[in-house]
């Protein structure tokens, strides 16, 4: 069955892998899932046929035959769920797995897109200079607590899952910021993520879709 994303008509990052399509398309390369991909203009993601596949008007979307859904996360996890390697079979470790997706979304993002925020929509606000190293400052907690846990283990639970794919992606939002680069275990963790072939195949799929070629104008 075809499995067709949205992503932005041309992401904002010029391809540098940070929109959330980059997190899908890298789950169905591990997955080993073909897949299609439907640019998005600004404007088309808040018309009515995109509002039908994603209430709040983003991307990514995901459909599959009959099944339509969004939020990157329950995708992912939808991937994940119906193949071998992006969860373990094991219950507990499966379990674990899954903890692991929402830790790096529920725990890890939230400061991390606080930042971007501040810095890009927020920037010009009296406030920003006091706000920015409040935030930092909750970032680096996290970081330093998920170091401390991670260590220098190759990946969150054993074999790598769903989980480290999630929390690699979240990661990797960190490094314009040069935060990322202050904590030596994530940034190889983040490095290793980034050296798996699905990574590698997801990144220059995105990049060579943001990167593509204008359709050239008819002959006047
Ligand atoms: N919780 C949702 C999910 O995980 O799927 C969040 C989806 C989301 O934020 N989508 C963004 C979007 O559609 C694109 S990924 N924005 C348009 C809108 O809201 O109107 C976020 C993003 C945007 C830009 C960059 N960038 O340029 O670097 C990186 C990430």
């Known amino acids: 069955m075809t499995i067709t994303l949205t992503a932005f008509d041309r992401s ?43 209430p709040f008007g983003q991307i990514p ?9 969004f939020e990157s996360g329950a995708i992912i996890f939808h991937i994940a769920a119906h193949s071998k390697s992006l969860l373990p079979q094991d219950a507990k470790a ?40 409040l935030i930092k400052d909750r970032i680096c907690h996290r970081a330093d607590q998920l170091s401390s846990y991670l260590g220098q283990s190759e990946w969150l639970d054993g074999a790598f899952s769903a989980g480290d794919l999630v929390m690699v992606s979240v990661l990797l939002r960190l490094r314009p910021s ?10 190889a963790y983040v490095a290793r993520g980034e050296e ?4 590698k195949r997801a990144f220059a799929a995105q990049w ?10 008819p002959d006047q």
Do not use: C
């Open 94 to 133: 499966r379990a674990r797995a899954i903890t692991w997706m929402f830790a790096a979304l529920n725990t890890v993002e939230p400061p991390i897109l606080e930042l971007v925020t501040a810095r890009f929509q927020e920037g010009d606000k009296p406030w920003s200079k006091e706000r920015i190293p």
């Open 178 to 187: 040069g935060i990322l680069d202050e904590f030596a275990h994530l940034a």
């Open 61 to 69: 979307t995901y459909e599959e035959g009959d099944l339509a859904l």
């Open 208 to 217: 060579a879709f943001n990167n593509r070629s204008a359709p050239s104008k």
């Open 12 to 54: 904002p990052d010029g391809g540098m892998g940070l929109a959330r399509d980059t997190r899908v398309r890298w789950a169905l390369e591990e997955a080993g899932l073909d897949y299609q991909v439907r640019p998005v203009s600004s404007a088309q993601m808040k018309e009515p046929a995109h509002l039908a596949l994603h």
């Open 196 to 199: 798996r072939p699905a990574y």
